[in-house]
């Protein structure tokens, strides 16, 4: 594949508004495939490199079902490995995959040493999660909310707790999707605020910051949390649980959404602190409709980049 050719994806704004609907549609058509034991081997052969420099559960397994499912296979590299940047440059690991992948799928600190991956590499590489963004999260969740409320668009969705990599990732699928993002935290934790101006400047969406927790769950078709310490910021627990302690997702807050809110985490979640199990347990969250639509979305993310 030559260079001119091929496509990332590293953050949601890699694809058009076009290409995250037609991706989330191919996702849910793959979905119905798998599940109607129907043949989707798009991908025959394809090798597709997994790296990990962060502990995961859902990214690891449903890329590497996904790859098996679509006929292709992968390989699972950790830093020990490859100690990007360190043991050689990021030019010449990302040349040296490119003659062995078929995709090069990397989950890291730095979204920069991604970027710089992606710039070298001659196969698409896709971004797996970095401190900055975690676009294949976003995809299998605009695909479940599609699935439960029947509709992507201008939805009011709340997003409460730390702003990090998907507080960033709501803003880039904000500037592909129109919804009324209202993110609910402290102004000590604040999500990428040249994001969020850019988000605004663009038009298709309104972003708001609110640090009145009840204030900013209001009337929420969607309420999403995430953890308040994420992986590499653990060690900022004790300082984060006392700026953030108000917008814990509890019932007294869900109780200011609209009455059917569908309640979203993309987890590992720690129960007690950003949500309480109660929340959790409630008929209209669907957490592991999430964590299954990893799967689909990421299979039609790859179906999307690899086609020719
Ligand atoms: N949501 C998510 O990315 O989970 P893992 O960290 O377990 O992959
Ligand atoms: N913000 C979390 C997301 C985990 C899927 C983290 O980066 O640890």
């Known amino acids: 594949m030559s260079i001119s050719k091929k496509r990332d994806f590293l953050t949601i704004t890699d694809f058009t508004s076009d290409e995250v609907r037609a991706s989330i549609d191919l996702a849910i058509e793959l979905k119905t495939k798998l599940k109607n034991g129907e043949k989707h081997d798009y991908l025959k052969g394809g090798v597709g490199a997994l790296i990990f420099h962060k502990p995961s559960l859902r990214t690891r397994s449903s890329f590497e079902v996904g790859f098996r499912q679509l006929g292709g296979s992968s390989v699972y590299i950790t830093n020990s490995e490859i100690d990007l940047g360190k043991r050689e440059t990021i030019h010449d690991v990302a040349k040296v995959m490119s003659r062995y992948y078929a995709a090069i799928c990397i989950r890291t600190f730095s979204h920069k040493d991604v970027e710089e991956l992606a710039f070298h590499a001659d196969v698409p590489v896709v971004n797996m999660l970095t401190d900055n963004f975690h676009p294949c999260q976003l995809m299998a969740d605009m695909q479940t909310i599609f699935e439960h409320r029947k509709t992507m668009d201008n939805l009011k969705i709340v997003y409460m707790g730390d702003g990090n990599n998907m507080t960033n990732s709501w ?3 904000a500037q592909r999707i129109p919804m009324e993002l209202t993110i609910g935290t402290s102004p000590q934790t604040l999500p990428d ?12 969406s309104t972003v708001t910051i609110e640090h009145d ?10 309420i999403y949390t995430d953890v308040w310490a994420s992986m590499g910021a653990k060690d900022k627990i004790k300082e984060q649980i006392e700026r953030l302690n108000p917008y814990q997702v509890n019932m007294n807050l869900v109780n200011q959404a609209k009455k ?3 309640i979203m985490h993309c987890l590992p979640a720690e129960y007690g602190r950003e949500i309480t199990e109660d929340v ?8 592991f409709d999430e964590a299954e639509n990893r799967l689909h979305a990421q299979k039609a993310v790859l179906v999307k980049l690899l086609e020719k």
Request: aromatic share 2%; proline share 6%; glycine share 2%.
């Open 171 to 173: 803003m880039k699928m």
């Open 260 to 262: 059917d809110v569908t």
């Open 193 to 204: 605020m040249n994001l969020f101006k850019e988000t605004n400047e663009l038009g298709l």
């Open 280 to 287: 959790i347990k409630l008929p209209n969250a669907v957490v």
């Open 213 to 222: 927790p009840l204030k900013a769950a209001k009337e929420a078709d969607v």
